[in-house]
């Protein structure tokens, strides 16, 4: 299934996608009012959103829609750094020291925007893109095994992690740059794990003004997502809701011999095969 939220007359609804259109879960809002609800409701609250997609009618046409961020705002946004052989190689020519452990930060919640969203450079002079896969979880997970991560998935989305570089490295955590409101548009919905076989085999692309910029596949990981859920889940607990940025592969901006960083005016399109894609303009400082 996919799920959507989208605007209702500037009321947030929940849906999900059947073909071209939306079938709204209002039938089921009085137990599920929320994307974060949904997920927490486990297997309890799938069956009651299938139910609705098998029976319900259109409530809009996809194409009318104004979508949504596809959660609100969770516990915690991690994402991971220098993930994909290639870009680890771009941060190399930047002189980013090479850790011995995965590379973790956070994206502060607030920076959460839907999949059309305007993106606001704020104070940056270097505003830069990353397409990643974006994972949801699913349930509460700690200490768990890399064999038994896939069970803790809810689904997946498209992300940008837009990324302010001069901001970036005031502080060695990298939040600093990482979290301007705006900067983590995500969507158009989310997939949920059963339709996503092998998370590790999605070839994944970002193009600036039709230009394309990025291009791989998520087998190309270091850490994959198992790895990812395992070593954090270590640490702490991921709850229900949690949003995990899996990593950029090469072709940032920041990276190229003459950056070339975005500007207002400029379009950047994320696409994941078999999970979407989300486009969004930049638009002059607020």
């Known amino acids: 299934m996919r799920f959507v939220r989208y605007d209702d007359g500037g009321t947030a609804r929940l849906g999900l996608v059947r073909g071209e259109a939306i079938v709204t879960l209002a039938p089921i809002a009085d137990r599920y009012p929320t994307m974060l609800s949904i997920i927490e409701g486990g297997d309890t609250a799938l069956a009651a959103a299938r139910g609705v997609l098998d029976t319900g009618a259109d409530a809009l046409a996809l194409k009318d829609a104004k979508l949504l961020a596809p959660i609100e705002r969770p516990s915690k946004f991690m994402a991971i750094g220098m993930n994909y052989a290639k870009h680890l190689e771009e941060a190399d020519r930047l002189g980013v020291p090479r850790a011995a452990n995965q590379v973790w930060f956070n994206k502060q919640t607030t920076c959460i925007a839907g999949p059309y969203d305007a993106i606001d450079p704020g104070v940056t002079e270097k505003l830069d893109y990353e397409v990643e896969l974006g994972v949801v979880i699913g349930k509460s997970a700690k200490k768990v095994g890399q ?37 983590g548009p995500m969507g158009p919905w989310i997939v949920t794990a059963d339709e996503v076989p092998d998370p590790h085999a999605l070839d994944l692309r970002c193009y600036v003004n039709g230009e394309l ?3 791989n596949n998520t087998g190309g990981m270091i850490a994959n997502v198992w790895s990812q859920i395992s070593y954090l889940s270590t640490a702490f607990t991921l709850l229900p809701g949690d949003l995990i940025a899996t990593g950029t592969p090469e072709g940032v901006a920041a990276a190229m011999e003459n950056p070339v960083f975005l500007k207002p005016g400029d379009v950047v399109r994320c696409e994941i095969d078999g999970i979407g894609a989300i486009e969004n303009k930049v638009i002059a400082p607020a």
């Not at 064999?147 to 940008?160: E, I, W």
């Open 147 to 183: 064999a038994d991560a896939k069970g803790y998935v809810f689904g997946y989305f498209v992300m940008n992690d837009v990324s302010a570089r001069d901001w970036q490295w005031h502080s060695n955590t990298m939040t600093m740059g990482k979290s301007f409101d705006t900067h």
């Open 213 to 215: 910029r990025q291009s």
